[in-house]
């Protein structure tokens, strides 16, 4: 049970084991691109080049539901960034349960975006827990966990694809082990949970009243969506890139300067704690490019201030 990019390599990883995969469950095609033309899921579309049945149900919540996943008579079920909380009568129906792969170390970062929230909160190390299910929101007791260290050129996209990767070995490798008995539970500890929230495309708005390092985690957190943003000249300038700059100023958050660091000309702006140096942006109607390309075509760039 799968549906965005995280879910594919989770689903390969199955395939090309001795397991036998009997359908894949997805959201329905949603409206998506400049036409809003219905779309498939990746998961959807992967399952198709491999032959496998392919379920995409409203709800799960209906006898109707219930009766087809019975019907399949799975001994387990992988779920993998689903699209719908697994009600009680779904979860009873396999005989080794529901293990979701999760791309945080839980308890920390439950919820709909863990990856941007680790990235959001500053932490050094995230991973990928296989959790076995219940009815809460990512609560159950962990069956097997890896950590990973992350880097300062971490983005949510980056860092997504690799847990997916770690994700599928570790499933593949905990599988066994978990049929046979062989694996202890643990449960998480209530006390250090964390939650991380569903992204808006409001979230990307850049706010330059903020430290640098706070700007720099988001700038990296919504990258690719929903992207970092400003306004230059009424229109929209989005934020690919940046970094904190150790460099004082004495101009007002927003104003955009050019800083000598490492011996060299850094374009960034001042924020209410540092600099931030811009590396990639695109202006609206535009391609991206380097800072420094885009400066050498709008001189006034330098010197200008952007709202917060």
Known sequence: MGTPDFGVPVLKSLVQSPLDVVAVYTRPDRPAGRGRHP????????ALKLGIPVIEPETLRNEDAVHRLQELAPDLVVVAAFSYLLPRTILDVPSHGCLNV???LLPRHRGASPVASALLSGDEETGVSIMLMDEGLDTGPVVQQERVSIADDDTTGLLTSRLAELGARLLTATIGPWIAGEIKLQTQREEEATYSPRISAQDGWLDWTQPAHIL??????????????????????KVHSAAPVDARSVTAPGTVVVIRHCDAPVVGVQTGEGVLGLRRVQLEGKRETDVDEFVRGHRDFVGSSLPS
């Open 39 to 46: 779309a498939p899921s990746p998961v959807k579309q992967e």
């Open 216 to 237: 720099w985690r988001q700038v990296r957190a919504y990258h690719p969506w929903p992207g970092s943003h400003t306004l230059w000249k009424a229109r929209r300038l």
């Open 102 to 104: 999760h791309p945080s």
